[in-house]
């Protein structure tokens, strides 16, 4: 097949919709498919060359969240590109410039087109005090999933949210985790002495961006009701719009360890004692699959796509979401805890080892087959 994909979001920067997106670019290239994927402006890393498949538009940072690009695809160009790419089917991965621009060509060149849902927006309003705001939001979101055959989201859960707010032509592309990238062998005891770390200390670790949205405000209350901090250090891995903040609060305890990718982030994540996961606004939770496939006790809030794979006290420890004394006493007892934690970190490995990418890929393929072969024309963009 030859897919186009549309989507603000993508290499080189780094997000779990980001990651997700060259993870399916890299999987229907190594099955023999070809990919052409439209995305906005990012400054590449030093001395790195663009991704081949890459068409870039003009982009500007979005004002609410620099991190992201906003694009302006000129679109006679995109057009021309994509009609000469000549694909069997568009995949918009965001709904907004560059997801209109990928509907607009559809309908242009007649080309069946399925969207992926990976962002809860209604929760993301709320944490930036814009929940006014999604009484049109969810108007426009309705009107753009209506140009589409399908809407693909990564759990059950999202999904059903979509059905109550209107949008009822969905279906599920979940996740899976590559469980040798990800895996205890890479635990690195260098690592953990570069924290400042003893043997017989505690490291509890967050792995995700460092934003508002990911309840990371919830984590940090929830260290300072902790009750054995002294010999135990909170490391956030990733980058983000709190960083600054919290670099100046200067937290005891606290670690801000940037961005880690390839070894170093598999190092990471394997060297914990604990990976805590306070997020409430999971369409699926990716880092959490990650953190079971690098064999950790995880401590999770029990909402959003979460709760689609993980089990309390089976491979999970599930705290009641946006409550920071419920974190503080779940960590609390996975590290006074030396059996739970080694259950639920075998219950966590054997859990990701049951979701293989491969499988998943299989199933997403075949549902773009499925459209390409049954295509009906969207309406008018």
Same mark, same amino acid.
Request: aromatic letters at 10%; proline letters at 5%.
């Given at each position: 097949?030859? *897919?186009?994909?549309? @989507?603000? #979001? %993508?290499?080189?920067?780094?997000?779990?919709? +980001? &990651?997700?997106?060259?993870?399916?670019?890299?999987?229907?290239?190594?099955?023999?498919?070809?990919?052409?994927?439209?995305?906005?402006?990012?400054?590449?890393?030093?001395?790195?060359?663009?991704?081949?498949?890459?068409?870039?538009?003009?982009?500007?940072?979005?004002?609410?969240?620099?991190?992201?690009?906003?694009?302006?695809?000129?679109?006679?160009?995109?057009?021309?590109?994509?009609?000469?790419?000549?694909?069997?089917?568009?995949?918009?991965?965001?709904?907004?410039?560059?997801?209109?621009?990928?509907?607009?060509?559809?309908?242009?060149?007649?080309?069946?087109?399925?969207?992926?849902?990976?962002?809860?927006?209604?929760?993301?309003?709320?944490?930036?005090?814009?929940?006014?705001?999604?009484?049109?939001?969810?108007?426009?979101?309705?009107?753009?999933?209506?140009?589409?055959?399908? *809407?693909?989201?990564? @759990?059950? #859960? %999202?999904?059903?949210?979509?059905?109550?707010? +209107? &949008?009822?032509?969905?279906?599920?592309?979940?996740?899976?985790?590559?469980?040798?990238?990800?895996?205890?062998?890479?635990?690195?005891?260098?690592?953990?002495?570069?924290?400042?770390?003893?043997?017989?200390?505690?490291?509890?670790?967050?792995?995700?961006?460092?934003?508002?949205?990911?309840?990371?405000?919830?984590?940090?209350?929830?260290?300072?009701?902790?009750?054995?901090?002294?010999?135990?250090?909170?490391?956030?891995?990733?980058?983000?719009?709190?960083?600054?903040?919290?670099?100046?609060?200067?937290?005891?305890?606290?670690?801000?360890?940037?961005?880690?990718?390839?070894?170093?982030?598999?190092?990471?994540?394997?060297?914990?004692?604990?990976?805590?996961?306070?997020?409430?606004?999971?369409?699926?939770?990716?880092?959490?699959?990650?953190?079971?496939?690098?064999?950790?006790?995880?401590?999770?809030?029990?909402?959003?796509?979460?709760?689609?794979?993980?089990?309390?006290?089976?491979?999970?420890?599930?705290?009641?979401?946006?409550?920071?004394?419920?974190?503080?006493?779940?960590?609390?007892?996975?590290?006074?805890?030396?059996?739970?934690?080694?259950?639920?970190?075998?219950?966590?490995?054997?859990?990701?080892?049951?979701?293989?990418?491969?499988?998943?890929?299989?199933?997403?393929?075949?549902?773009?087959?499925?459209?390409?072969?049954?295509?009906?024309?969207?309406?008018?963009?």
């Amino acid at each position: 097949m030859r *897919v186009a994909l549309f @989507s603000e #979001v %993508y290499w080189p920067m780094v997000s779990g919709v +980001g &990651v997700t997106l060259v993870r399916l670019v890299d999987a229907l290239k190594a099955r023999g498919h070809a990919v052409r994927v439209y995305s906005a402006t990012y400054e590449l890393p030093p001395g790195a060359a663009d991704r081949p498949e890459v068409h870039r538009s003009p982009s500007i940072p979005l004002f609410l969240y620099p991190d992201v690009q906003w694009a302006f695809p000129r679109h006679r160009e995109v057009l021309e590109d994509v009609a000469a790419f000549a694909p069997d089917i568009i995949h918009v991965a965001t709904e907004f410039a560059m997801g209109k621009a990928g509907l607009k060509v559809a309908r242009q060149l007649g080309i069946p087109v399925v969207a992926s849902a990976h962002t809860d927006y209604e929760k993301y309003a709320v944490r930036y005090g814009l929940d006014w705001v999604m009484g049109a939001g969810w108007s426009y979101l309705r009107w753009f999933y209506r140009h589409t055959g399908m *809407v693909l989201s990564p @759990s059950g #859960v %999202y999904e059903r949210h979509l059905n109550a707010r +209107g &949008v009822h032509n969905t279906g599920i592309w979940t996740r899976g985790v590559d469980t040798e990238y990800f895996h205890p062998r890479f635990r690195s005891e260098s690592y953990r002495r570069s924290l400042g770390l003893g043997p017989r200390d505690f490291l509890v670790t967050y792995v995700g961006r460092i934003a508002r949205e990911k309840d990371l405000d919830l984590l940090l209350r929830a260290w300072g009701m902790l009750g054995r901090r002294d010999d135990a250090r909170l490391v956030l891995v990733g980058r983000g719009p709190m960083e600054a903040e919290l670099a100046r609060r200067e937290i005891p305890g606290l670690v801000l360890a940037g961005l880690k990718e390839g070894i170093d982030l598999s190092a990471a994540y394997a060297s914990a004692d604990v990976f805590a996961f306070p997020s409430t606004t999971e369409t699926f939770g990716n880092v959490l699959l990650e953190a079971m496939a690098s064999g950790l006790p995880c401590l999770a809030a029990a909402a959003g796509g979460v709760v689609e794979f993980a089990r309390h006290g089976s491979n999970t420890w599930l705290v009641d979401a946006g409550n920071p004394a419920a974190i503080a006493a779940g960590l609390d007892r996975l590290l006074a805890d030396d059996e739970l934690r080694r259950a639920l970190s075998a219950g966590a490995r054997k859990t990701a080892c049951e979701r293989r990418w491969d499988l998943i890929f299989d199933e997403l393929i075949a549902q773009y087959r499925a459209l390409a072969g049954g295509y009906v024309e969207v309406q008018a963009a």
